[in-house]
C-alpha cells in the first residue's frame, strides 16, 4: 500500500510575490495542488483571503514558524477535529472596531458552527510599528510583547483554547505609496512582516497554532483596485478566514519516544513547491537536506532574490504553477520528470 501523498505549499509573506503576495490570491494554487496531493500543508499566508476562504478537507494550515520546527524535524503535526479557537484583542482598538471584531466572531459561530473561548483583552495596548526593507520586503515590531503573551496565557489556562487568533491594532496609513500600490496589485503588503512577527512570538512560546488579523479603519472606496487585492475591501474585519483556518490547525508535538503514530513528520513530505527566487526561508533548506523533491516556479517573483543554484539546493524549476502540478502528477506517479520531455540524456559510465 502507498502512504498517503504529501505536498508542501510554500509562499513566503512580506516580499512581494506577485503569486500569493495579495489577499488570498495563491488560494487558487492551494485547491489545485490539494486535488493532486492526499495531504496539503500549507500556511496562513496561502489561505487567508480576509471574508473569503474555502474548505480543503486535506489541507494542513500551519503558522510559519511551526512550519519551519516541523520542516527541521522538531516538531511533528497532529490533524484534529476541530480546535478551541480564542480571540486576543489588543486593547488599542477603538470601541467601534472592537465591536466589529466580536461580532465578526459571533458570526463564525452562529453560522459556521466555530467553536471559540470567550475572548481577551490585552492588559496594555500592543503598540504595532511598520517597517520596509530597501529590498522592499516588510517588517514590524510590537511594543508590548509581554501584553500579548500574558493575554494568550490567560486564554490558554482560562479559556482553555487550543489556537489563537490575535487581533492587533496597525496603524492608518491610507495615504502611504506602499499600500496605494498594493491596493493596485504591485509592490508589498505592507502589513505581512509585522503580523509574522505576532502569530511567531506566539507560536515559539506557547506551540499552539497562531495566526493574525489586523484591525484597521475601513478604506476609502476606489474603483481601480486590483482584483489580487480585493478581498481586503469586503467588510471592517478579515477574521473570517484565520478563524477558519484555525479552527482544524494542527497541533504541534515535539518529537519525543511517546510521539502518536498518527502525527506526520517531515520525512513524510513527498514535494514542495516555492517561488523560485524565494528559496532562502528556513522550511525550503530544511527540505532541501532530505531527499524531497523541490519545485521552484520561476513565474512568480519575490523581492527576496534568492535561487536554489544559490544555496546548492537541488530543485527543478518550473515555468509556472501550472506546470508544477504536471511535475506534482508525474512525480506521485513516479515517472522522471525528464521523460515528459523529447530529450532524454543516454546513460554513461560512472567514474571512479
Known amino acids: 500500500m502507498k502512504r498517503p501523498y504529501t505536498v508542501v505549499l510554500i509562499v513566503p509573506t512580506g516580499i512581494g510575490a506577485t503569486i500569493g503576495g495579495y489577499a488570498g490570491d495563491a488560494l487558487p494554487v492551494a485547491r489545485a495542488i490539494a486535488a493532486v496531493a492526499d495531504c496539503l500543508i500549507t500556511h496562513p499566508n496561502v489561505m487567508n483571503g480576509a471574508q473569503l476562504y474555502w474548505n480543503l478537507p486535506n489541507a ?19 490533524p484534529v ?38 475572548y481577551v483583552v ?29 493575554a494568550v496565557e490567560v486564554a490558554i489556562q482560562r479559556g482553555k483554547a487550543e489556537a489563537i487568533t490575535v487581533v492587533a491594532r496597525f496603524p492608518d496609513d491610507v ?37 493574525h488579523a489586523p484591525a484597521l479603519q475601513p478604506l476609502p472606496l476606489d474603483p481601480t483596485i486590483s482584483p489580487r487585492s480585493a478581498a481586503e475591501e ?42 523560485a527566487d524565494a528559496c532562502g526561508g528556513s522550511a525550503v533548506i530544511s527540505f532541501s537536506q532530505r531527499s524531497t523533491e523541490i519545485l521552484a516556479v520561476q513565474e512568480n517573483r519575490t ?18 504553477y501550472l506546470e508544477a502540478l504536471g511535475g506534482l502528477v508525474a512525480h506521485r506517479a513516479g515517472i522522471r520528470l525528464e521523460a515528459l520531455s523529447s530529450a532524454i540524456a543516454p546513460l554513461a559510465p560512472l567514474k571512479d
Open 60 to 78: 494542513l494550515y500551519v503558522e510559519g514558524f511551526g512550519l519551519d520546527q516541523f520542516a527541521a524535524g522538531n516538531w511533528g503535526l497532529q
Open 81 to 118: 477535529r476541530q480546535n478551541r479557537v480564542a480571540l486576543v484583542l489588543d486593547q488599542g482598538i477603538e470601541a467601534d472596531l472592537r465591536v466589529r471584531q466580536i461580532q465578526a466572531a459571533e458570526a463564525t459561530r452562529a453560522t459556521l458552527g466555530l467553536t471559540l473561548t470567550d
Open 122 to 150: 490585552t492588559d496594555e495596548p500592543l503598540g504595532v510599528c511598520l517597517s520596509q526593507a530597501a529590498s522592499g520586503a516588510t517588517w514590524g515590531t510590537i511594543e508590548n510583547p509581554g501584553s500579548l503573551l500574558r
Open 175 to 211: 495615504g502611504s505609496e506602499a499600500l496605494q500600490a498594493y491596493r493596485q496589485g504591485q509592490g508589498v503588503d505592507p502589513l505581512a512582516g509585522a503580523e509574522a512577527v505576532i502569530s511567531h512570538l506566539v507560536v515559539r512560546q506557547f506551540q499552539i497554532p497562531c495566526a
Open 234 to 275: 469586503l467588510g471592517y474585519t478579515f477574521l473570517p478566514c484565520v478563524l477558519v483556518g484555525l479552527s482544524r490547525a494542527p497541533q504541534f508535538v515535539k518529537r519525543s519516544p511517546d510521539a502518536s503514530g498518527s502525527l506526520i513528520w517531515a520525512d513524510q513530505v513527498d514535494a514542495v513547491v516555492v517561488p
Open 303 to 320: 523581492t527576496m532574490r534568492v535561487s536554489p543554484e544559490s544555496l546548492g539546493i537541488r530543485a527543478t524549476k518550473v515555468h509556472s
